[in-house]
């Protein structure tokens, strides 16, 4: 039993929990999704192979597949759903199934939960003929998986640092090609490109130790392993 404040044992809405961040979904919450209680547009997808911070287990992991989690205010952790000022839940009537869990004076019902039975893109997406196709191959070609390993080889070998910088660098120019393509040709909205294929590889590739650089329309990996 995990007791963060022992002098209480109900929730006083003072929205601490969601301030710390949106929640991951499970397959319970797919009709809110499928209904617009949820629209894709405040979701974001964590995709199989990120760098994760793993809340109960308290470290960085791996994600092991999707993980959809809706967003935050901005560049603010804090759930887009609560009233900052009020510290109410917009959408408190058909919250998640995470949210409905979370007691903070006893997380074991959260601890249960977290990541069991997780909702996916698949699960959402997988009917929609052509646009899961195209997920899947974007998922192919930019596969955290072969970051990772590249990111690894970079460690122990520095030799391979033009291979594989070249080899991350075009997965970078495809992964911002087809955000900018889905959005000019009117497939998808800017707002729904961290859902359908999760955050841009420029954002996340600091999870390798890996920064994207521009200079003059070129792009510059900077490997922070090697500083």
């Known amino acids: 039993m995990d007791i963060s404040n022992p002098t209480h044992q109900t929730c006083r809405k003072c929205g601490t929990c969601c301030r710390k961040g949106g929640p991951a979904l499970h397959r ?10 949820i629209p894709a547009e405040a979701l974001y997808t964590i995709r199989t192979g990120e760098p994760v911070q793993d809340n109960v287990a308290g ?5 092991q597949g999707d993980i959809i989690k809706i967003k935050g205010n901005g560049d603010d952790w804090c759930c887009r759903f609560l009233e900052d000022e009020t510290a109410r839940c917009t959408i408190y ?6 949210c409905r869990a979370l007691q903070c004076w006893d997380t074991r019902a959260i601890e249960a939960l977290y990541d069991r039975d997780r909702l996916t893109r698949q699960d959402l997406l997988g009917d929609v003929a052509g646009l899961w196709e195209l997920i ?6 930019c596969a955290y998986a072969t970051i990772r390993h590249q990111a690894e080889q970079l460690e122990s070998d520095p030799s391979r640092q033009t291979e594989a910088s070249n080899l991350i660098t075009d ?16 497939h998808a909205p800017e707002t729904m490109l961290d859902f359908l294929l999760g955050r841009p590889l420029t954002a996340t590739l600091n999870g390798f130790h890996i920064k994207v650089e521009r200079a003059g329309g070129q792009y510059r990996l900077v490997y922070s392993i090697f500083t």
């Open 171 to 186: 997965m970078v120019k495809y992964d911002e090609n087809l955000r900018k393509l889905l959005v000019e040709n009117g």
């Open 28 to 37: 319970e919450d797919r009709r809110l999704v499928m209904d617009g209680r």
């Open 93 to 98: 009537d058909h919250r998640p199934v995470e």
């Open 59 to 63: 470290q960085r992991a791996y994600a």
């Open 136 to 141: 899947e191959d974007h998922d192919r070609r």
